[in-house]
């Protein structure tokens, strides 16, 4: 049975509530911010992260840091964003957070990272799942287009900025990569459900599909779009996508 891809739009009440962060926590980040891609994906002059968090302590550590600067960012703005105030917030010392992140700007890009790999695991899971669904191929498009939408285009405007920076990154080779790792495994897909709507779709169809709908969610974002997220948004994505997979000779 195929469920509906978990929605990741980016949920205040998932980790800015309360007066301050959980330092005990062990969980992995639920910030609700992807974009596609799987790597930690740098901007010139940008150190990479200093320590990579091994340890569950150090994994904490890290998730504290971006459970701060995404209190900071709700309740104060992008502009009160710097590693002193950060550090202030999550309860430690500049030189801890200075042992895992060099700048600001490198706390930002590793908390992108961080969901861009978890959403691009759910969507994985879920080209997986239609392989041994018998669901109407055409409310699978819709699933994931709504999926592609939540996860990479919906946010609060206060956070539209970190989604913005994540687009921008959007031709680097790691996410490059990914983008294409994801449409060879939706063509696998389609072949293994043998379809009779849906027979094999060419290169050419499968890159159309997956990039145009992309693109577009690419585009809604940088132009702050009131179409994100709209029924007629989704339709149209959803047109686009079957157009070119259900009339592939």
Known sequence: MIETPPSHTLRKDAWTSGAGPRHNSEQGSHFGLAFPGGAVVEEQQTERVRKKPKQARSRSTVFTIFEATAQILDQEGEKALTTNRVAERAGFSIGTLYQYFPNMDAILLAMIASERQRM???????????ESSDTDPLLLIRLFVRAL?????????????????????????????????????????????????????SDAAMFVATRGVLGAIRAAVHEDSALIGTPEFEDALVRLAVGQLATTA
């Open 120 to 130: 691009m695991a759910h969507l994985e899971q879920f080209v997986v799942d239609t």
């Open 149 to 201: 939408v939540d996860g990479f285009g919906v946010a609060p405007r206060i956070f539209r900025p970190l989604l913005k920076r994540g687009w921008r990154l959007d031709h680097s080779p790691e996410v490059i990569a990914s983008a294409q790792a994801l449409a060879a495994r939706i063509k696998l897909a389609i072949v293994r459900r043998n379809h009779p709507a849906f027979p094999p779709p």
